[in-house]
């Protein structure tokens, strides 16, 4: 196929807008499936298979262009017209590069070649890995040989694989990642190709701490492999799915209507702001003190207790105070009151504050307050005696002991505690058989995440459950349900909405711990993709099937048209569901099937909703079943079979049904005369039978109204020059070095080329730096190192390769280093070796010339003057740098020195 590589600019300008903080920005791409997306000072723009878009930051659309036209001209000059009417040729786009300094978007791509994919195939987990990219710190002992040096050069500076510091995250499928810096925290936006937006709480010790979900799509459909954070206010995050962009905020501050609230969401993201009294951003709270979530999210309340026995036996109660300060300086100070007055305090010392307990404890209530400026925390402790919790030394004896407050050693409960709550300590011991409780099975085992109304899980020792706790994988905020029913092998409860992918679930016991291990798996919402046939009779009963996905987890189908139950069957793969329509005696008219789903008090109604045609088709059976032959019925089946979507065997049969049940059989003219029909075809007694009314098609894509934006038009860019032609090129990076360009290139068959460009566009020399042991592809994006600017980042498969730009030390001699041709290396006076030049600050460094066609340093000419004499004229091919030097040259000969004419850098 011929194709034009184009490239296009355009100015375009706009307005900004705003929206609320809770909302998710939605653009809805009518043009097709979203092929790339940027986000530049002020503006968003969007690319589709037919339409450039121009959106504000709240996704309000403000230009669209049409990527269709005609283009007019050969494969290498011509021009391509818009055409909003359509075209011949279609502009693929493949990159969209915003100049924000001059106002203008350059997009790349080509006419009528597609588009360029990465497919992932058969992904079963990926990983979220971090990498340390710094320079390595061993330092390389360099030798400096003279002109007649015969050994082996310095091995130097070598590709290093890179292997990753921690691994964050494995996950089953991570298409997209953004990672933000947040103080000490590192936080991580992720994509998945199940439609979710998860976000990744990371300390500073490189701990993933925390994972949630702040965006789901209600089906399957994957996150676009690119993402970017708004650049005004840093609080929104633009990611794409199929055929819509969505402006996803990065935090719901605002939704936490108490400190406690704020606290439990474990987002570094929010605080409590004293003077607004609400959770907020921290930029939101500037005068005033903002408390948030400490370094440690494992911590579970924000005011943990412990008791301390002194060497005279007096017991001391500890309050600690998991909440870090920000914002204006407060004041700390605590009050301990109880139920025989107040006690009193020993000293407080943020974060932790102590008193002195009576002599009797047992049953002593307790309320601590902790005031931080205009904030006041408030916790209620019924205190036990640590003493009296004795028995056999059990994980649920252990769990009641620490919840207490107190502390656990040598297999007994003790008044003494080191540190804050940690209930791992009794995961450890040894259970009996009659001790906590197991879970055997959970039913239903996979759910949408809707959640599912009376689950049913058995199990063993269950008489002193009280609840169910499901918690995903790093999630900070579990989700409780309470039990409905207990027969002590078995259980009822509701399980609550949840996010796509799998829960660990155990068992609340009253003392606060968790026990038994098994899991639930939360899929996507039911889709209902399409329903056939899409048209019915009035009389029902006509098999209809609805194709999707996940319909497995319907719970109820209705009609618009009427309030009963429609009974419905379930294929195992939830691909299909069955029913038999409902019958009416309305005029024709169109019906909506709702799918719903239950759970909680809740009715969900499954968006589509998909329509089907109801006729009455007595009036046509009316029309042909009186007729004393067949001709008719036959010369019309076709058509009627058409129209409502049957086979014509599906139409002889209901005609013969209603010929049966009406008794209608009158002659052709009759019935003619009767109903006012017009003659039918000729030659026939066939009354004339009208259209029947179209049936609606929900599912038909409206064309879209756009206008070409006035003032600047697209500029066809036609390339300066071609520097390189390869037979599969996957990546550019492009680096100036003086009056060089430095193009770096990956190949599909696993090399990385280095392409010197001099400054006349002119490609100069190519040469391999880094290639692969077999043809594994070269990731399509590479990276300079920021620090030295003297390495690539490169990405091979399943490894991350640092490769050095240039290995100038490996060159041995002055003629070594000039033939390698690298404008990165240059010979250094002072350091006798072929170096970079910052690594030769006050010395003369000397490196190619801008012309790399010579194949010598030196060069000579003769040139013969008016008198006939001949002079010999030597020119130095080589560029100076670094300190000044002085120049000079000496002939000397078989007949001994020949006098010079004269020097002049560089002949």
């Known amino acids: 196929m011929e194709f034009a590589w184009l490239s296009l600019f355009l100015a375009l300008g706009g307005l900004r807008g705003a929206r609320g903080l809770q909302e998710v920005d939605v653009f809805p791409s009518l043009g097709g499936d979203i092929r790339d997306f940027t986000v530049a000072a002020r503006w968003v723009y969007v690319v589709t298979g037919d339409y450039l878009y121009q959106l504000n930051l709240s996704l309000g659309l403000l230009h669209s262009l049409t990527q269709r036209g005609d283009y007019f001209g050969s494969s290498a000059s011509g021009q391509f017209n818009r055409n909003l009417e359509g075209g011949t040729s279609t502009f693929s786009v493949n990159t969209l590069a915003p100049l924000v300094e001059r106002n203008l978007l350059f997009t790349c791509g080509a006419l009528n070649c597609g588009f360029w994919i990465f497919t992932d195939h058969d992904v079963t987990i990926t990983e979220l890995a971090v990498y ?75 701990q993933a701490q925390c994972l949630s979900v702040i965006w789901k799509a209600p089906d399957d459909r994957r996150v676009f492999p690119k993402m970017h954070l708004d650049p005004v206010g840093r609080k929104h995050v633009f990611v794409a799915v199929r055929d819509k962009l969505m402006r996803v905020p990065v935090s719901q501050c605002v939704q936490h209507s108490s400190l406690q609230s704020c606290w439990n969401a474990r987002d570094p993201y929010c605080g409590w702001c004293g003077a607004l009294r609400r959770c907020s951003f921290e930029d939101e709270c500037p005068s005033s003190l903002w408390l948030s979530v400490p ?362 049904a209603d010929i049966r049940q009406v008794g209608l059989f009158r002659t052709v003219p009759i019935m003619r005369q009767a109903l006012a029909l017009p003659q039918g075809p000729s030659g026939t007694d066939c009354p004339y039978l009208p259209p029947l009314p179209p049936v609606l098609c929900p599912l038909r894509h409206f064309p879209i109204e756009v206008q070409l934006t006035p ?103 002055l003629q070594s280093c000039w033939n390698a041709r690298d404008p990165y290396c240059g010979r250094c006076g002072a350091l006798r070796r072929c170096s970079f030049e910052d690594e030769c600050p006050s010395s003369l460094w000397l490196s190619v010339p801008d012309d790399l066609s010579q194949r010598r340093i030196l060069s000579h000419s003769f040139q013969e003057d008016a008198e006939g004499k001949i002079r010999l004229a030597v020119f130095t091919h080589l560029k100076r740098g670094g300190a000044p030097a002085n120049f000079s040259c000496r002939f000397d000969s078989s007949v001994g020195v020949l006098g010079g004419l004269g020097h002049r850098y560089p002949e």
């Open 132 to 206: 340390d990219v710094s320079p390595p710190t061993d330092a390389v002992t360099y030798t400096d040989p003279d002109f007649g040096f015969k050994g082996k050069p310095a091995k130097g500076d070598v590709p290093i694989a890179l292997r990753p510091l921690r691994v964050l995250l494995k996950h089953r499928f991570m298409t997209s990642v953004l990672a933000v810096k947040l103080n000490n925290w590192l936080i991580v936006f992720i994509g998945t190709g199940v439609g979710q937006l998860l976000k990744l709480t990371v300390d500073a010790t490189l």
């Open 711 to 813: 003032g600047d038009v697209p500029i066809s860019l036609r390339p300066l020059r071609v520097l390189l032609k390869h037979r599969f090129m996957t990546s550019v990076l492009a680096v100036k070095l003086d009056n060089w360009l430095i193009v770096f290139i990956g190949t599909g068959d696993g090399q990385l080329l280095k392409l010197t460009v001099d400054a006349k566009l002119q490609a100069q020399c190519l040469s391999v730096i880094w290639k692969a042991p077999d043809d594994r592809r070269v990731f399509p994006k590479m990276h300079l190192d920021p620090v030295g600017r003297k390495h690539v980042f490169v990405a091979v498969r399943d490894t991350l390769m640092r490769v050095p730009v240039s290995q100038c030390v490996q060159h041995s001699s």
């Open 295 to 656: 370094d440690d999210l494992s911590q579970r309340r924000i005011l943990s207790h412990s008791f301390q026995e002194d060497a005279e036996g007096k017991i001391r109660l500890a309050v600690f105070t998991h909440l870090k300060r920000g914002g204006a300086p407060a004041n700390f100070s605590c009050r301990f009151d109880s139920s025989v007055g107040v006690l009193g305090g020993l000293g407080h010392r943020y974060p932790e504050c102590t008193c002195l307990l009576p002599p009797v404890i047992g049953g002593l209530w307790v309320s601590v307050t902790v005031s931080l400026g205009e904030v006041d925390v408030t916790e209620e402790l019924n205190l036990l005696n640590c003493s009296g919790i004795t028995g056999a030394p059990t994980p649920l004896l252990c769990s009641q002991c620490l919840a207490a407050g107190c502390g656990w050693s040598n297999g007994a409960c003790t008044w003494t505690r080191s540190g804050a709550l940690n209930m791992n300590v009794c995961f450890a011991l040894q259970t009996g058989v009659n001790s906590l409780p197991e879970i055997f099975s959970i039913t239903p085992s996979e759910l949408s995440f809707y959640g599912k109304n009376n689950a049913v899980l058995t199990g063993r020792n269950l008489g002193h459950v009280i609840g169910v706790r499901l918690q995903g994988d790093l999630d900070c905020s579990a989700k409780e349900a309470s039990v409905r029913l207990n027969t002590g092998a078995s259980l009822t409860f509701h399980i609550p909405a949840g996010d796509k992918g799998r829960v660990e679930v155990c068992l609340l016991l009253p003392v606060g711990s968790c026990h038994g291990n098994a899991s639930l798996t939360y899929l996507s919402a039911p889709v209902c993709a399409s329903i056939a046939p899409d048209s019915t009779w009035a009389s029902g009963k006509r098999k209809m099937n609805i194709s999707g996905s996940n319909l497995e987890f319907v719970e109820e189908v209705t009609h618009s048209h009427t309030n009963q139950k429609v009974t419905f069957s379930k294929t195992g793969d939830g691909a299909s569901l069955k029913f038999e329509s409902l019958a009416t005696d309305r005029d024709p008219f169109s019906s909506s099937v709702t799918l719903r789903i239950t759970y909680g008090a809740k009715t969900v109604l499954l968006e589509p909703h998909r329509y089907f045609m109801v006729f009455l088709i007595r009036l046509i059976i009316v029309i042909l079943v009186g007729l004393t032959m067949w001709g008719c019925i036959y010369y019309y089946r076709p058509r009627l079979a058409a129209q409502m979507n049957m086979s014509t065997g599906d139409l002889e049969i209901y005609l013969w």
